[in-house]
Structures are given as C-alpha cells and as structure tokens.
C-alpha cells in the first residue's frame, strides 16, 4: 500500500466530522424547537421564578381546593346536593382568591329562577363589578343574606360562604356541564398554571407571608383592569 | 541479535529509543516479532488440491474413526457443493477448473483457525484451542446456545437440531488420534499425498515452496495464511479455492480480535457509572434537603392539602 | 365497594387472590373474550413448549446452519429486553435526577421491566439446545466472550428487578420487615439497574461484532454497542408512555384519588424521546459513515435502512418534538407508538433480516415460533394484569408518605 492510499483511508473521517458539525449546528435548533412555544416560555417563567411561586404553581390544585360532591361550573361557580334535596350554590374558592375582597355581594331574589349559564351573582368592588354564572337551573329558595351583608364570609367558599339554593328537577341534566372529582382538581390545575402563567417573578414579595396564596391575584396582576381577567376566567 | 538484559536497559536508557523496545531478550522470554509465523508449532494440514483424485477415502475415514454413518458412495454427491453436516465432519467437493476443464477436488472442515471465532465466542468454554492445534469441542459443558454457529465465518459448526439432547459437531481434527502420536484419519489414508501433515510452519515453508517454485501451477495464495488471522489447515490450488466451497468474504482480520474493543467496554461501564450516577443524584438533590434517599422532607411540599 | 349479598369477611385467600370475590365469582368474573383469546393462544403455546423439549428444535422451528438464531433469540430475547429498558430509564429519571413527578409511573415501567426480562429468560430456555447447561456460564472462565458478558448481566440485572418489585410485593403481603429495608435500597439498586443494563443493552449489540461477513454493512459497526445502548434508552421512554397511556385507559379506576398528569408526563417523556432519538439519527448516519457503507444505500436494503432511519428514527423524533413543544401528550404517544416499532423493526432487522442477507436461502419463522413468541407476550400481559389488580403497583402503597 502506497502512503498515499493508507491516508486516503482516514477520508472518511473528514466525512465523519463534517456530519458531526453539522449535527452540532442543528441540534441547537432542534433543542430550541423542542423547548420553545409560547406555552413553554410561560411555564418556564414560572420555573425560573422564586422557589415559592413555582411549589405555588405546582401545587396550584391545592391553592384552589375543591372538596367533594361538589360540581365545579366552568364558570367557576359551584353546585351542591344537600340532603334535603335542594342544591346549594357558591363561588369556588378559585373565583374568591382571584378576586379578593368583595365590597358587596348581589344575590338572586328569593323565588326567582335561574338558569345554568346565566348570569345570577354580582361581585363588587373597587367601583367595578363582576358577573358569576349559576351553575344549574332552578328556583331560588334560600338566600345566604349573612354573605350578602358580610362578604368576608366568602373566605369560606363551600361552607359559610354559600349564596344561594335552588330547587331543581334538572340537576342529573345539569351534572352533564359540571366537573366533579379528579376531572374537577385538573382543570382547576389548568386554571392555575395558565393564571401562573401570566405571574411575574416580581409577585414573589407578594407571598412572602408564609407561602398562603395571595388574596386578589386578579388585581395583583392589573389593578386597572381586573375585572376583565375576572370575566375571562368566569365566562360572564 | 541478542542483547543482555543488562546491555538492552542500558542501550535503551541512553538512546532513549523506542524502537528498541521490541527487540526478544532471553531474560524477557517470549515476545514475537512480527515477522514470527502465528501457530508455527501447531500440528497443521496442507492440503494440494492438484492432488486430489476425489476418491473421499478421506471422508471415508473421517466416518469411520468418528462413528459417523458411511458418506455415500453414489459419485452424485458431486453435482453440488456440499456443506459438512452434523452426521459428516468432512465432505470433498468438485468443480471443473475453467483453464482446462480438468476436475478439481477440495476436502472441506473445520479449519483449526489460530485464533478461532467459535472459541471466543463460546460462554462456557466449550469450544477451545489446544496448544497443539486442535480446536476441541467439550459436550458436557454445552448449553446450545448456537454462539460459535454465528461466530465462524467459515460456517462449519453443524447442530443436532433433530436431538433433545443436542450437541455442536465438527471436525476434531483427530485430538484423540494425536495425543496417541498418530497422524488424523484423514491424512493417514489420503493415497494421492494431497493432505500433509506437519506443523503450521514447516507446512506454510513447503506450501511457499510449492507456489513460487511452480511459477504459472497454482494461484499465488495460501488460504488459511491469513484468513481469519491464520488457519492450520491450508489450501493451495490451480483454482480459486473459494470456487471450490470456501467461504468468500473471510478477511484477514483474527475474529476474536475484533470484539476485543466492545468486551472492553462493561469494566469501564462498572468503573464510570457509579460515581457519574451518584454524581447526578448529588446534584439534583442538592438543594432540597432530601434525607439520604431522596424523598423530600414533608414540610417542603405542604400545599392546600387535598392530596391523599 | 361492598358485595351485595350479606358475606362473611373475605378470608386472606379471598381478598388477597381473588380481589375480595368469592371463588365463583371471581371464576365468573375471568369470562371475557379477551381472555378467551388468551387462554386459547397459551392452550396452543404451551404444548408447543413441550413439545419442543421432547422431541427437539427441529420438530418446532426453522432454524438451520446457516441460521442459527431466530425468532425467539430476535424476538423474545433481543427485542424483548430492549423493550423492558423502561425499568432503569424510569428508575434513573426518579431516583437519580430527581424527577419526582414520575414516580406515578415508576412502579409500572419496573413491573414491565420485571415482566419483560423473565419472558426472555422463558425464551432463551425455550431456544438453547441444553438449558440445564446454563449453570456453566457461572462456573466456567468465558470472560472472552461477548455472551458470557450478555448472561451474566441479565442474570445481575433479573435479580436487581425481582428486588425492586419485591417491594410492591412484599407490600402487598404487609411484610413490613421485608420491604423496609428493600425501600432503602432503592438508590442502590437503581444505580446498579442503569448499570447492569448499559451493559448487557449494548452487548447485545457486540453480539454481533464477531460476524462481519454476515451482517449487512448498513447495520454492522464496531460500535454496534452504542446503538444498541441508546436505542435501549430510546425503548424505555417509547414504551413507558405506551404503557403508561394503555394502563391508565385499562386500568382506569386504579388512579382514582391519584393526582397524576399522565399528559404533563408523557409530554416530558417526549421531550427526552425527542433529543435522544434526533441524536440517534446522526449517530447511525455516522456509523454508515465509518465503515463506508453510503454505497449499499440501495435496493432493498438500502431501502429498509431507508425506512428505518426516516420512517422509525426521524419520523418519531419530530412527533416526540413536537408533542414536547405544542404541549399535545396524543402526538406524543403517536411518536410512543412509532418508536415501540423502531426497537421491534431495529432488533429483528439486525437479527433476522440483515443477518445472512447475502444467502441464498432465507430463514422464514415457523408458525409454531411465532406461537410459542405470542404466548410468552401474552402470558406477561396476563402477569402484568393480574399483579397490577392486586398490589400497589398502580396506587401508592397502603402506608405511603403523602407527597
């Protein structure tokens, strides 16, 4: 073998090298494509936020918790069978963190009919009011008129703080739109991560207080217009 | 050239050569050089296929002092080329010699390779070389798992695969016969001389002998030379011998050698990963406060408390 | 769930063994086509078995001498542990960096691990010639020898998983003295799992180092081992979330009360499956490269590795990739599913269809292989199924720190 042909054998690691580059070069992008997405870069603001937001985040199921046997509407209202065969219905505890303390609670006659989906409770505050959606259909029979006068006691979302309850022939009917359970706590998670997502690292002050989540994050986030957030996530 | 070992260290250190390095000394023992035929000592086969007349006495033989039922008598058999198989060790083919369509006979076994694939290969020790050439093969410890039959490039391991019981058969080159001082059965009844039996060396000696002193009678390769980094049983023609049923694409590379990089991978892997995988788990523990098995302390996860 | 009918407390049989029915019911309750199917497949499988030892692998497989491996080495034995890879991918991903969200499917992906290597063991007892020879490998110096390597690390290994699920087993017992210190182990045996099993994935692909002349130069590389080894990695992650999403679906009331994203899991499985099967890709491409073998991408080979690279490689690592990115966990498990395919296509191939691809008689399976390779699945699925209804393999265990 002339010294020629020896060396012609290492031709092909010029080859090799040359995919190695090339590979290099588009594994960069590839690792950007995989990792990027708008969707990614919220939920990595939130992993690189203070260690606090992030367990927050990640436990956000457990920030808006969510007993059982009570139906979550998408609206974030929520519905209850008593034992008396009535439904009792509230805000979940989603809705009362995220708008924080309420001047003033407006509730539905005693008698008249909701709808599920319609509007039937208004929120008030900071001159600016909030509509909440009944979760099912029915007459109104009862009237929480401490929580009207008293809207602290929303602090107490299921128990104290119920609204109002109906009686209703349609509850199996409306059960079909409202969440329960397992299905209930992930899409709370849903609405806690896309809520994280729009925290900014400079909140992390905000739950210094021992890690308790904050009270009115909607007006945390954009004291002007909070109320328009609100509305988003209550559908009304 | 001998050097003292005295002289060599001192020769060595002063020059600071390395080259000298590889030079034998009597007080090293045995270091080869290059030049050094592998297995020279080995018993061999040299097999002149422009002496063979066909008459498979060898075959014959084989059979008979292997137990082995009768090969068939029928002159068909040479209408192909044959395979050994578990029940013949040994079988001779034919083809027509294309330059003056005279028949060329070549016998066909395990070749004994100096390094041998299926040794290597084998787990258990099965299949092993003897210093003395042999390559033996020890039923009892067999497990069947059919290794050396991809490991042999020349495809003569055969297996009972009829058998509950089965076991690899091949050519032994006779080992019993040997020990005895007694030449194969083969060689011992070959009447044309075709088949010589003697060392690797002196046989690799007489083959050179025979193809550069008979310019234009054979084709200039001894198979078995090199192939497979040497076999000692060797073949040397007027036709291409691959022609003649031999394995095409055997290459001059020794087979175990080729796997000698991969089996050293699995004592670094048991070296490198311990400390490289703790390495990690440190690292991503690190912050946490996890206890020594890295479940996070309680506290740490506390949340509205829903969870079961 | 309470029984309707006023019964006596279940006795240990009962409730351990027969999920708290009684004998009849319980009998009643294994009336369903899908084990119809099953048993008729095993009533089939298992005779064959037998048969196969009584009278020889003659007498039930194809196998030749100039093909001496087949389907139960290509498929059961070499397809099946790269498909049990998920139990160090999973264990290392938990255990050691500390991805604690996984742990929901870490139990399962060891079962299946667990599973998967015991089958193989079935099949490799079911294809050598002289099983009760096997002890030879522990007494005999075969250190040169690739399969030496092979046997001792899954024999290691095998043992490393039956620790591991002994934990959910003894659990399930209430041995409490027995899977205490087995928990603590855990770290040290997931350490030894990744190792064991670099090994012995790899090996197998040095199996084949010893044959250059009968593997085609597309798939033959000295560094063989490394393909074998990453595509173990990529197997794992493949069939976790496969297995992950089949459990989840079929096994459904078992992650009730359970808080696990399945979807946010799998999509971070796909992020992995994405890099490493990308990487994969050009590693091949290098592999090709080093032995100067671009001039056999031709004809039919050329076309198989074709359909290997860009159909199996390429393909799932741009579904896995954008699954990751777009948050979507179906196209994800689309790419599970592609990449499940790659390991069975990539081991078969090297085994069976690349291996003597210049012969001019090919090995074509028996019927009663790819029986005997059928029953041995579903006899790990049966196992899978019956151990996940009882122990706490799916749901945490009865005393398991809340997390």
């Keep these: 073998m002339t010294a020629n042909a020896f060396l012609a054998s290492y031709s092909a690691k010029v080859l090799e090298y040359t995919l190695a580059i090339t590979y290099l070069i588009l594994f960069v992008g590839f690792w950007r494509y995989v990792q990027g997405g708008k969707v990614a870069q919220a939920a990595k603001a939130v992993a690189h936020a203070p260690e606090r937001i992030r367990e927050a985040a990640r436990g956000a199921a457990g920030w808006f918790s969510v007993p059982e046997a009570v139906y979550l509407h998408p609206g974030h209202t929520w519905a209850r069978l008593e034992s008396d065969g009535t439904v009792t219905v509230g805000l979940d505890d989603f809705a009362h963190r995220l708008v924080g303390p309420v001047a003033e609670v407006g509730l539905p006659q005693l008698g008249a009919g909701v709808s599920q989906g319609a509007a039937a409770i208004r929120l008030g505050a900071d001159h600016k009011t909030v509509s909440m959606l009944s979760p099912v259909d029915g007459t109104v029979v009862a009237v929480n008129r401490s929580a009207a006068e008293q809207p602290e006691r929303l602090g107490d979302p299921y128990g104290a703080g119920w609204l109002f309850k109906v009686k209703t022939s349609k509850l199996a009917a409306n059960a079909k739109q409202l969440l329960s359970g397992e299905g209930a706590r992930r899409w709370l998670d849903a609405a806690g991560e896309s809520l994280a997502a729009r925290l900014s690292p400079q909140l992390g002050h905000v739950l210094q207080d021992g890690g308790v989540p904050i009270h009115g994050i909607a007006r945390e986030l954009d004291p002007e217009n909070w109320d328009h957030i609100a509305r988003e996530f209550f559908l009304s | 050239m001998k050097l003292s070992r005295r002289n060599f260290l001192k020769v060595a250190g002063v020059t600071g050569s390395v080259g000298l390095v590889g030079l034998p000394t009597r007080a090293n023992g045995a270091m080869s050089l290059a030049s050094e035929t592998p297995g020279e000592t080995e018993r061999a086969v040299l097999v002149d296929t422009t002496l063979c007349v066909g008459c498979r006495g060898c075959e014959a033989a084989c059979a008979e002092a292997n137990k082995l039922p009768d090969p068939p008598s029928d002159e068909k058999v040479f209408g192909e080329l044959r395979a050994t198989s578990p029940t013949a060790f040994t079988v001779v083919n034919r083809i027509d010699n294309p330059r003056n369509g005279k028949p060329r006979f070549a016998k066909k076994q395990c070749m004994h390779c100096v390094e041998p694939a299926c040794a290597s290969a084998c787990p258990v020790r099965a299949l092993d070389k003897q210093p003395t050439g042999p390559v033996s093969y020890n039923g009892d410890r067999c497990m069947g798992c059919r290794y050396c039959m991809v490991a042999c490039p020349f495809g003569i391991p055969k297996y009972q695969y009829a058998s509950n019981n089965p076991l690899v058969r091949k050519c032994t080159f006779c080992a019993a016969r040997q020990a005895e001082g007694k030449a194969p059965a083969c060689t011992s009844v070959c009447p044309s001389g075709a088949l010589t039996f003697g060392t690797r060396g002196e046989l690799l000696k007489e083959a050179r002998r025979r193809v550069f002193g008979n310019p234009g009678k054979y084709v200039e390769h001894i198979y078995g030379e090199r192939e497979a980094g040497g076999t000692n049983w060797m073949y040397i023609s007027d036709v291409r011998i691959e022609e003649l049923g031999f394995a095409r694409n055997v290459g001059d590379a020794s087979y175990p050698q080729l796997v000698k990089g991969a089996l050293g991978v699995p004592p670094f892997v048991m070296t490198l990963w311990p400390p490289l995988l703790m390495g990690i788990y440190a690292f991503s523990h690190r912050k946490n406060g996890d206890d020594e098995h890295g479940h996070a302390n309680e506290a740490q996860s506390k949340d509205g408390g829903d969870h079961d | 769930m309470t029984s309707v009918a006023a019964t006596a407390q279940p006795n240990w049989f009962q409730e351990k063994i027969l999920l708290g029915m009684t004998g009849r019911q319980y009998l009643r309750s294994l009336v369903t086509p899908w ?356 122990m706490p393999v799916l749901t945490p265990p009865a005393d398991a720190p809340a997390h």
């Design chain 3, 35 to 390: 084990n119809f199917a099953a048993a008729a497949i095993i009533a089939v499988g298992v005779p064959l078995m037998i048969w196969r030892f009584a009278f020889g692998l003659a007498s039930v497989t194809n196998l030749s001498q100039t093909q001496p491996w087949g389907v139960w080495i290509g498929f059961d034995m070499m397809t099946g542990i790269a498909l049990a890879a998920g139990g160090f991918t999973i264990g290392a991903t938990v255990e050691l960096f500390g991805l604690k969200e996984f742990h929901p499917i870490e139990r399962p992906a060891i079962l299946t691990g667990f599973l998967g290597y015991v089958m193989a063991v079935i099949g490799l007892i079911l294809d050598l010639g002289r099983p009760w020879n096997m002890v030879q490998v522990m007494i005999r110096n075969g250190t040169h020898s690739v399969l030496f390597e092979v046997a001792w690390c899954v024999m290691c290994y095998t043992t490393v998983l039956s620790l591991e699920f002994a934990v959910p087993f003894f659990e399930w017992l209430g041995w409490k003295r027995l899977y205490t210190p087995l928990r603590k182990a855990l770290l040290a045996l997931t350490v030894l799992s990744v190792m064991f099993s670099t090994m012995h994935q790899s090996a197998l692909g040095s199996l084949f180092i010893i044959a250059p002349g009968k593997l085609h130069p597309l798939w033959y590389s000295p560094w063989i081992w490394i393909f074998f080894f990453i595509t173990a990695v990529i197997a794992g992650i493949s069939m976790v979330i496969v297995e992950s999403t089949l459990s989840h679906q079929v096994f459904a009331e078992k992650f009730k009360g359970q808080h696990v994203d399945l979807d946010k899991l799998t999509i971070g499985l796909g992020k992995a499956g994405a890099i490493v099967m990308f990487a994969y890709f050009f590693l091949r491409l290098q592999g090709v490269v080093d032995g100067h073998a671009f001039g056999y991408v031709k004809g039919f080979y050329g076309a198989w590795w074709l359909l290997e690279m860009v159909g199996l490689v390429l393909l799932p690592a741009f579904l896995y990739a954008y699954g990751a990115r777009n948050r979507n966990a179906r196209v994800v498990r689309i790419g599970g599913i592609l990449g499940v395919i790659m390991i069975v296509f990539n081991r078969l191939t090297v085994s069976l269809i690349a291996y003597n691809w210049d012969q001019p008689v090919r090995y074509v399976p028996s019927w009663q292989e790819i029986w005997v390779s059928i029953t041995l699945v579903t006899v790990g699925v049966l196992l899978f199924r019956w151990i996940v209804n009882r």
